[in-house]
């Protein structure tokens, strides 16, 4: 089978399809064909940087696939599923025909939307979920999204509004500010001037500025970005984690129809180079799928 793989870090053209041997699943383990997976920022950056597993390493976090081995587990030949696999922590990358994953990482994928575009779920949906439990969003909660156009902004900014929040966004541009209106916020701004002072119960910033001052006394400022954390009391990184009940939960909104996917381009996996590409640009709205 083909996986898309690195020897080395470097810029997008580290990434090599190359023949390797199908994955065994262990007991415990289910067999899947994958159908897509998405770019992540995670991914590009263990490309380019010197972190991850030994190599070389099959990159990839999400998954959207079909069951080929139920491994005499739940999961039947033929289920549909979805799947996050900290690959930087495991190295075990999604970006493969074929992937063998413990079922604690699955769960069903959601009928209503094609099986493809449900690999756009599994990171930015469970990091949005853990980052919002911490900034403990409940209804009437005034809540600051940086980076709403993003993946996980755009989910969190569709969650926290479903909590009850009243929500305000930051983009990185005039051209996203319908999008974050879309997903839910309330007032949308593209500089941190456009923040007032003191003014939201939670913050949760995707981009890693210093919006400290925006937070109200006692607020609680939650980051998932790489950068150093603003000077405010209680101010908190979130680092995701494999949850299976949170992917499920999510899973199901997007089944309702109660979540929104927004995927943006599709690229066969031989092209994952020009995706990467593509995608560490910015400026984008919307997932990039990996399609095999
Ligand atoms: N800690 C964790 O567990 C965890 C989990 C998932 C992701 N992450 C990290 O969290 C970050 C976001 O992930 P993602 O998947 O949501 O990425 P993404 O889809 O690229 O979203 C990031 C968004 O932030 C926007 N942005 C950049 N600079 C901004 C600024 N100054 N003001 C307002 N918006 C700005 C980007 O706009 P442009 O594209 O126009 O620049 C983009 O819309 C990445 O750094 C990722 O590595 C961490």
Known sequence: MLAIQIDRHGGPEVLTVREVPEPVPEPGEV?????????????????????????????GWDLAGVVVDGG??????GDHVIAMSAQIATGRGTWAERVALPTR???????????ADAAALPLAGVTAVQALDKAAVTTGT????????????????????????????LVSRPDHHDEARALGADKVGHTLGDLPDGAYDAVLDTAGLDAGRALAPGGRY?????????????AVKSYVQ??????????????????????????????????????????NVGKFLLTF
């Open 31 to 59: 067999l899947i064909r994958s159908t897509a997976s998405s770019l992540n920022p995670v991914d590009w950056k263990t490309r380019a940087w010197d972190v991850g597993p030994e190599l070389p390493a099959t990159l």
């Open 72 to 77: 005499g587990t739940a999961f039947r030949p």
């Open 105 to 115: 990482l699955l769960a069903k994928a959601p009928t209503t939307v094609p099986l």
């Open 142 to 169: 005034r809540m600051l999204v940086i980076g709403a156009a993003g993946a996980v902004g755009g989910i969190a900014v569709q969650l926290a509004r479903r909590a009850g929040a009243v929500i305000d966004a």
């Open 222 to 234: 939650v980051s998932i970005a790489d950068h150093p954390l603003p000077d405010v009391p209680g």
């Open 242 to 283: 494999e949850d299976q009940e949170q992917l499920a939960s999510l899973a199901a909104l997007v089944e309702r129809g109660e979540l929104r996917l927004r995927v943006a381009h599709r690229y066969p996996f031989h092209q994952a180079r020009a995706a990467h590409e593509r995608f560490e640009a910015g400026g």
